[in-house]
């Protein structure tokens, strides 16, 4: 550019910005761009640009408008102790993560949050904010550590109470003070607790200890609020307008013809998974991978233990054929009869907010009661090797398996297993989409 902008054209570029990102982004980008090269040393600029792109990418709903953005407001933020404004700061800033979380940039939003905690270190919502990007990463330890500081300074803040609790429950298995820091947090009503997975990790840690009558209050409360579709569906994926029941006889799915076609195979089905579980008994039955990326290659091959902190005595293993709508190749290759006849059953190999997995259950075992994440789903469950005394509640009603054949429920309904039979119990499970969601709908589903 052959023109030289002045520090007055910088500083009216940066009130019109907003102005110009609506109208003139283009040109406006342009003039950013340069004012940064000419003027190195001052912020405004950056602001500038990453306003604009916050603009475009709320526009046009494009990442790589909100990358851009995140990394002019990164360069902004860079000149902390010389911006004097501190609200913009923060502003900024929290713009900033905000775009970071979405985008899945949780390690360096923690130092955003990091810069923000120093300097507004009187502000507990501060490091509460935080501690939420900790926990979206299942960084436990680290929440605990910063919880504990800020309750010392901060005992009665809500969040805080909140987050201590759920921290405690998740990561400690503490039901006792896990129940006793959620109710206080969650009763403050403070900004930020009135969350579905607040409400669930309560009821769960009173259904645990115990407390039917205290978890059925709280399931409750959280149903009125509408965070989840009912007292007894709890799930947190939803859809509107679906049949929500218990348990669905065959014909009701839609998919009797599926289904049929899938158990008329199952001893085929029963010998596939059973030849891996033996090679799985001789090299991995204990060694099962215990992180909990559930669509990686990293757990092809053998059965792994339940990872959701379900198990509340026994044993409990699972082997991943497709999650999320998507084929484990490996897995597969161990199963194939198993796995052509899902893929011939589209709504189920497509699933995106499902798994078709073995689950194999020692004698002993409790899973707690507990909701699937979705409503969009339903779950069948094919008897393999069924010995006496393995059952599951499914709100009020008690199912057992047969051997060959299936059983559908709505798992985001609450469920419990227990066995105390005296040999493994052996299951195929296959989610499939509702059969009341339309095709758009299911194209628009995200993944869980
Ligand atoms: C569940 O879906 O939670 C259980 O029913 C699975 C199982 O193996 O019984
Ligand atoms: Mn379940």
Redesign the pocket.
């Known amino acids: 550019m052959d023109w030289l902008p002045t520090w007055t054209m910088l500083k009216s570029c940066a009130e019109l910005q907003l102005h110009a990102a609506a109208k003139h982004h283009g040109p406006a980008l342009i003039i950013y761009a340069e004012l940064s090269k000419r003027f190195p040393d001052r912020a405004e600029p950056f602001l500038g640009q990453a306003r604009i792109y916050e603009y475009l990418a709320e526009k046009h709903n494009k990442l790589q408008f909100m990358q851009k953005s995140v990394e002019a407001y990164k360069r902004y933020l860079a000149f902390n102790e010389l911006l004097q404004n501190d609200k913009e700061y923060r502003k900024s800033a929290e713009s900033c993560i905000q775009h970071m979380r979405t985008l899945g940039y949780f390690n360096p939003a923690l130092n955003v949050h990091q810069m923000l905690v120093n300097r507004f270190p009187h502000d507990p919502d501060q490091r509460n904010q935080l501690v939420l990007t900790l926990l979206m990463i299942e960084r436990y330890s680290d929440a605990k550590i910063w919880l504990k500081v800020s309750l010392q300074q901060w005992p009665h803040n809500g969040l805080t109470l909140t987050l201590f609790g759920y921290v405690l429950k998740m990561y400690d298995s503490d039901y006792a003070q896990a129940a006793d820091y959620l109710q206080r947090g969650i009763d403050s009503r403070a900004e930020g607790t009135q969350e579905a997975r607040f409400f669930l990790a309560l009821g769960e840690s009173y259904e645990r200890l115990e407390l039917a009558e205290n978890a059925s209050i709280v399931y409750k409360r959280g149903a009125q609020l509408k965070l989840y579709p009912s007292q007894h569906q709890r799930s947190v994926y939803n859809q509107p307008n679906l049949r929500a029941r218990p348990i669905w006889s065959l014909p009701e799915t839609t998919y009797a013809h599926h289904l049929r076609m899938i158990s008329a195979h199952w001893r085929i089905i029963r010998d596939e998974s059973l030849g891996m579980l033996i090679d799985a008994n001789a090299v991995a039955w204990s060694g099962g991978s215990s992180d909990d990326d559930d669509h990686g290659g990293g757990h092809e091959g053998y059965f792994r233990n339940e990872n959701e902190n379900?198990l509340a005595t026994g044993n409990?293993k699972?082997l991943l054929l497709f999650s999320r709508g998507e084929r484990h190749a490996k897995n597969c290759q161990r199963a194939p009869t198993t796995c052509w006849l899902i893929e011939q059953f589209k709504a189920a190999a497509r699933c995106r907010r499902g798994q078709v997995k073995f689950?194999?259950?020692q004698p002993g075992t409790h899973?707690w009661s507990?909701c699937?994440p979705t409503n969009s789903r339903l779950?069948a469950?094919l008897g393999l090797i069924v010995p006496q005394k393995a059952r599951?509640r499914v709100v009020n009603e008690t199912l057992t398996w047969t051997e060959g054949e299936f059983i559908v429920f709505d798992?985001s309904f609450e469920?419990e297993?227990w066995h105390e039979g005296e040999k493994v119990?052996l299951?195929l499970?296959v989610d499939f989409w509702h059969p009341d969601l339309t095709e758009q709908q299911i194209s628009s589903i995200t993944k869980i």
């Open positions: 379900l409990w699972e689950s194999v259950m899973v507990h699937g779950r469950h599951m798992d469920h297993v119990r299951i499970i």
